[in-house]
């Protein structure tokens, strides 16, 4: 069973602080991995898209990628109340034709 | 653009009954994939179409199906309906079929209940 593992947290962090979300997988043959941000009875929505080793900044966010190590992280800086909100980890399986998602981390951004 | 678009947003049924969701990908998107996200089991992949053909499928028994039509618009049905089928279903659509490097957009959701 292919799988992708998060902390279900919560993780709570102050605003201004940085958050770091982890995320493990078990399929040596992922490639791409994604984070999407999913806030409470929405629908999730792409954060970021990381598919080589090192790191992929956007803005605030930034995803790292170890695929040695077969961990996908995301750092949020600065982060806000609005930041609140679950992230679910994602990663292509094997075979390309879909994705394992992680259970989710919930992250609350305290003022 | 219009995003994702999911219908009916609610849906109380019984044990028994069978449900059909729909699902309106956003324009010149070709595949279609659907979820269902509980919160002991996270989002879990049920099937993708792409091109009115189903490319790939989830483990869920076979009451789940669905199927896709020429314009993209998908629909799911689940028959026999059971109470652990009380979820939120997702539908997504990406430009292409399910890849390396495809980015999922995702509709509102129908959220499922069955008593």
């Known amino acids: 069973q292919k799988e992708v593992e998060q902390n279900s947290g919560p993780l709570s962090v102050p605003e201004g602080a940085i958050a770091s979300l982890n995320c493990t997988y078990s399929d040596r043959g992922s490639q791409s991995f994604f984070w999407y941000r999913q806030y409470s009875g929405k629908s999730p929505e792409l954060i970021m898209s990381?598919?080589s080793n090192g790191d992929k900044e956007d803005g605030r966010f930034t995803a790292q990628l170890n695929k040695a190590s077969q961990y996908v992280s995301l750092l949020i800086r600065d982060s806000q109340p609005s930041d609140s909100a679950t992230y679910l980890c994602a990663g292509n399986a094997g075979n390309n034709r879909k994705l394992i998602w992680g259970l989710g981390t919930s992250l609350a951004v305290n003022p | 653009k219009a995003g994702v678009t999911q219908t009916p947003r609610y849906l109380i049924k019984t044990r028994g009954q069978q449900v059909t969701l729909s699902c309106s990908p956003i324009?010149?998107?070709?595949?279609v994939s659907w979820y269902q996200q509980t919160p002991g089991q996270g989002l879990q992949f049920l099937f993708e179409?792409?091109?009115?053909?189903?490319?790939n499928k989830g483990n869920f028994p076979g009451r789940f199906s669905g199927r896709q039509f020429s314009n993209s618009r998908s629909e799911m049905n689940v028959s026999t309906l059971e109470l652990g089928d009380s979820a939120l279903y997702l539908c997504a659509s990406s430009r292409g079929a399910l890849s390396t490097n495809e980015k999922l957009f995702f509709g509102s959701g129908t959220q499922l209940s069955v008593l």
């Open positions: 324009s010149g998107h070709r595949s």
């Open positions: 990381i598919y």
């Open positions: 179409y792409f091109s009115e053909t189903q490319r």
